[in-house]
DNA sequence: TCCAATTCAATTGTGTACAATCTAAATACG
DNA sequence: CGTATTTAGATTGTACACAATTGAATTGGA
């Protein structure tokens, strides 16, 4: 119906200002909900290993490579110390990283895994697939969804 | 350490484990990116309004439709209360927004934007497309990305 | 050489996010 | 009626997330 006659109408709703304000029309909001919805999937499944989400990042990032840096981890996972120290010392005390001082460069903190971080990635093995069978999405839109998404973050860290 | 194998190549990575693992190979890692990328794209442009990012999504739902009561916001943003609350807190305290008691329900707080609040949408208008600007993104691209996440938000809901 | 600029991580302060719990209000139901 | 259940928000506790600042370590010049 879209009233979109001139009348002067002020309290009813968005009408005036169009469609470019609706949350249905912004990819910003999309994303931020199917994020958020994505994220709280995963909980269920990370809980047996004693993650949380941001936590499992990290250990991926870390059975890819490790030892690594505070800041290697922030650029690979675009977060900063302000987020990763305080995360990293949970990780700490779970057990499954350790975080020693560079003797290179004494600004660097190194996170290694421990023995027990190593072997949750057995653990972990399964958590993708799990998730991936709740997404209900055949595999090629998983790969294209991706791929769009990766393509849109480098765009932005190129423009920024 | 690593005393699993003879191999002298163990340090260097994952590799056995498979790519399932891999930080790029996972949806949820490029939707957390890319999700946070754009957020941090939206906070300059929101700054001049007295808004963060979350709280532009909530004023986008009221300028939708308002008053609503906190658990519509809930059901529109997929937050809850207790995220909600203390952000409303600070939109009122802001002056945007009024909180009052429905006084058919007592339970229920309903939640009416102010003078200021209505009139901040003029100044919103520019944003969706300053941001548009610097995705980088051609329109068709742009609609057909939402409309895939709002695909797969709408098939993690019903699955949950 | 020496010191200014840079770099790295930690800290501080503000603002989400959510689970679990709590309270009051409304509804169901016997 | 009167109580059990459900519902709506608020509160509490834990965990991100980032801007701004700090402080120590390194680097780059003049």
């Given at each position: 119906?879209?009233?979109?006659?001139?009348?002067?109408?002020?309290?009813?709703?968005?009408k005036?200002?169009?469609?470019?304000?609706?949350?249905?029309?912004?990819?910003?909001?999309a994303?931020?909900?199917?994020?958020?919805?994505?994220?709280?999937?995963?909980?269920?499944?990370?809980?047996?290993?004693?993650?949380?989400y941001?936590?499992?990042?990290?250990?991926?990032?870390?059975?890819?490579?490790?030892?690594r840096?505070v800041k290697?981890?922030?650029?690979?996972?675009?977060?900063?110390?302000?987020?990763?120290?305080?995360?990293?010392?949970?990780?700490?005390?779970?057990?499954?990283?350790?975080?020693?001082?560079?003797?290179?460069?004494?600004?660097?903190?190194?996170?290694?895994?421990?023995?027990?971080?190593?072997?949750?990635?057995?653990?972990?093995?399964?958590?993708?697939?799990?998730?991936?069978?709740?997404?209900?999405?055949?595999?090629?839109?998983?790969?294209?969804?991706?791929?769009?998404?990766?393509?849109?973050?480098?765009?932005?860290?190129?423009?920024?």
């Amino acid at each position: 119906m879209t009233t979109k006659t001139k009348t002067k109408t002020q309290a009813p709703a968005a009408k005036a200002a169009g469609d470019h304000l609706r949350l249905d029309n912004q990819l910003c909001f999309a994303l931020y909900a199917a994020s958020g919805l994505v994220t709280r999937a995963y909980r269920p499944l990370l809980e047996p290993l004693g993650l949380t989400y941001p936590q499992y990042l990290v250990m991926l990032a870390l059975w890819e490579q490790a030892p690594r840096t505070v800041k290697a981890l922030g650029q690979a996972l675009e977060l900063d110390s302000g987020t990763l120290t305080p995360l990293l010392k949970r990780l700490e005390a779970a057990g499954f990283v350790t975080r020693t001082r560079d003797a290179e460069d004494e600004r660097r903190v190194q996170i290694a895994l421990t023995q027990a971080g190593e072997a949750l990635r057995e653990k972990a093995g399964v958590v993708p697939t799990a998730l991936a069978c709740q997404l209900q999405l055949p595999l090629d839109e998983i790969v294209e969804l991706r791929t769009t998404l990766q393509d849109l973050a480098r765009k932005m860290k190129a423009a920024s």
